[in-house]
């Protein structure tokens, strides 16, 4: 167990839809990471938050955003749900030095379903 | 841009057996980190180890070791003695900057099966 918890774990859904992904990450962390993993691309970085601020972003389209909260939790919103937004959807935290060099640790993921 | 590269899509090994998870990767930075991630079936990613680019001293602990290659990219993960419970997706990752902040680079994963 990582620490990092995250909710729903599955999540079924329309197209067209818009749904919301919680993320706890371990205690002291101050950085939050969210990556989705398709059988088509891979792993892939979404975005990242350290102490409610975005730091930096990966591949993530723009019907998707992320926020993190003052108690350090953070949520993805995925909305214009497509078929293709299936997949499973990792949050990781990590202490972030200034460096931003910090081993992520991974929740147990959401997996996303878009019927 | 940074990129890591699993050839081995699947590897099957009869339980006990020895085997080694290769792995290569790219990037310009002088100063990166690499790492190794674990998915079992349950799905969740769970980190193996860290090596930083200035380290290359190789590791071992316990069944597992590292070996860290700078002069060929290469960072190989060897299994000795597997066993049935180390079934499971490996997944190698790049920490580096590029042009930009520090981002993790997966690759695409080697399924290992290890059959009884």
């Known amino acids: 167990d990582s620490g990092v918890t995250q909710t729903p774990k599955h999540l079924i859904t329309a197209t067209g839809q818009r749904v919301t992904l919680r993320c706890s990450p371990r205690s002291g962390d101050l950085s939050v990471y969210w990556y989705q993993q398709s059988l088509d691309q891979g792993l892939q970085f979404l975005i990242q938050?350290?102490?409610?601020?975005?730091?930096a972003k990966g591949n993530i389209l723009e019907r998707f955003s992320a926020q993190q909260f003052p108690d350090l939790h953070s949520e993805l919103n995925l909305s214009s749900l497509e078929l293709g937004d299936s997949a499973l959807y990792f949050c990781?935290?990590?202490?972030?030095?200034?460096?931003?060099?910090?081993?992520?640790?991974f929740g147990p993921g959401t997996r996303l379903t878009v019927l | 841009a940074q990129k890591v590269t699993q050839a081995q899509t699947e590897i099957s090994v009869v339980e006990k057996e020895d085997v080694t998870l290769d792995c290569v990767y790219e990037?310009?930075?002088?100063?990166?980190?690499l790492f190794w991630y674990k998915q079992p079936p349950s799905g969740e990613l769970v980190f193996l180890i860290r090596r930083n680019s200035f380290d290359e001293q190789n590791e071992i602990s316990g069944r597992y070791s590292w070996n860290f290659q700078k002069s060929t990219s290469s960072f190989n993960f060897t299994i000795t003695a597997s066993q049935v419970v180390d079934s499971a997706v490996y997944f190698c990752?790049?920490?580096?900057?590029?042009?930009?902040?520090?981002?993790?680079?997966f690759g695409k994963g080697t399924k290992l099966s290890v059959i009884p």
């Open positions: 938050y350290y102490n409610g601020e975005e730091r």
């Open positions: 990752a790049l920490l580096a900057s590029g042009a930009g902040s520090y981002q993790l680079t």
């Open positions: 990037t310009r930075d002088t100063t990166y980190y």
């Open positions: 990781a935290s990590s202490v972030e030095s200034t460096s931003g060099t910090d081993t992520q640790y």
